[in-house]
């Protein structure tokens, strides 16, 4: 069944679209954790980010990238937390891969995405360097 998101792309849903073209689209989250919290999207439907073809994965940033200053302009403000909830276990509802960008005002009081995970891992570095390593080579496979 389609997304959510692929339906307000094939315009069977409203949505208040702020942005679209060929193969991205942004429009204002429904339920707003700042004024002007938008959401980006592929409008072909992938579940996460590393199922993005490479050519749609740069679309995605560069649509990110030019809305980040309009979305912050637009509702005066002087910061953004700019995000993925990136699979079910890290918080994704809707499994259409979606950037926020949510504005930030001076004492809003919120958090930095520091405060996302549960309880910080306490590592030693041995952890770290295998970790570390593993990361790299995995890049490399
Ligand atoms: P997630 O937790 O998957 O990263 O976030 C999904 C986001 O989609 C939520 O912030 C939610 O408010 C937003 N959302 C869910 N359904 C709709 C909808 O039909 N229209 C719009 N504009 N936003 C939606």
Known sequence: MASIFSRIVEGEIPARTVYEDETTMA???ANPLAPGHTLVIP???????????????SDLYDTLHRLIPA????????????AFNNGEAAG?????????????????????I?????????????????????ISANNQA
Do not use: C, M, T
Not at 71 to 82: G, Q
């Open 27 to 29: 429009f204002l989250d």
């Open 43 to 57: 409008k072909e439907e992938y579940e996460r980010l590393n199922d993005l073809p490479e050519g749609l994965a």
């Open 71 to 82: 979305v912050e302009d637009a509702v005066d403000a002087p910061a953004s937390n700019v």
């Open 92 to 112: 994704q509802e809707v499994p259409h891969v979606h950037g926020h960008i949510i504005p930030r005002f001076e004492d809003d009081g919120g958090n930095p």
């Open 114 to 134: 520091h405060a996302i995970a549960g309880s910080p891992p306490d590592l030693a570095d041995d952890e770290l360097d295998d970790i570390a390593e593993r």
